[in-house]
């Protein structure tokens, strides 16, 4: 955990496909917790990917993107909020306005919950927002549920970090992509994680869903 970029670039070795890749990644683990407040660890399912999209700023037409610099650092999403406060499902991006472009509308929308069922129709990336209740993931999600989080990608160009390591930083208007807002017109690689929890080894049986940080709505 006290690793530096310098320590980890220098490294000779590196458990990513990608052996270029010396990127130290962590996604928080989901729980499985039965009524008498006993807990197991949800299966995993393929491991965590980590994608760096390229993805331009619409509001820029030379489409540069800068790499993250030395040193940079930001977090997405809120580990304490437990309600999503926007129209579900999400309307057409085409259609947001207002309160629906607004960081904080954006930072929400930027986590996911796919319910994967291969036999059905997929849904797309950050789908919905919040984890479906129990008896939803044990009729509909047969593959599990794929966790999803996208990180903003427009910057100031100037701070390598902020006090909350956010201020920073901003989302594009369409979470993944879109225009930057004015004073963030540096675009970095659009970074997207995603893991997949087997959901389903639990289907039929009582009990709930929880995040490693105790959060059972993933919000």
């Given at each position: 955990m006290s690793a530096t970029s310098q320590e980890l670039t220098q490294s000779d070795c590196t458990s990513c496909e990608v052996t270029q890749d010396k990127s130290a990644y962590w996604t928080p683990t989901l729980h499985f917790m039965y009524p008498n407040g006993t807990s197991v660890l949800v299966p995993q399912v393929g491991g965590m990917l980590a994608y760096y999209l390229l993805y331009g700023d619409s509001n820029n037409a030379n489409g540069k993107i800068t790499a993250f610099p030395e040193g940079f650092q930001m977090i997405s999403g809120d580990k304490r909020l437990r309600n999503f406060t926007w129209p579900v499902p999400d309307p057409p991006k085409s259609e947001w306005s207002g309160d629906q472009?607004?960081?904080l509308a954006l930072e929400q929308k930027a986590l996911g919950f796919n319910?994967?069922?291969?036999?059905?129709?997929a849904e797309a990336s950050l789908y919905r927002h919040f984890l479906p209740d129990k008896s939803y993931l044990d009729a509909n999600c047969l593959n599990g549920v794929r966790f999803e989080l996208m990180?903003?990608?427009c910057w100031n160009g100037k701070d390598l970090d902020s006090p909350d390591h956010r201020s920073h930083v901003a989302f594009p208007d369409q979470v993944m992509t879109g225009g930057c807002p004015e004073g963030f017109s540096t675009k970095l690689p659009s970074l997207f994680y995603e893991t997949i929890w087997n959901t389903y080894a639990f289907a039929g049986v009582d009990g709930?869903?929880?995040l490693s940080n105790g959060d059972p709505t993933g919000m």
């Open positions: 472009v607004s960081q319910c994967l069922n291969y036999a059905g129709n990180f903003p990608s709930e869903f929880v």
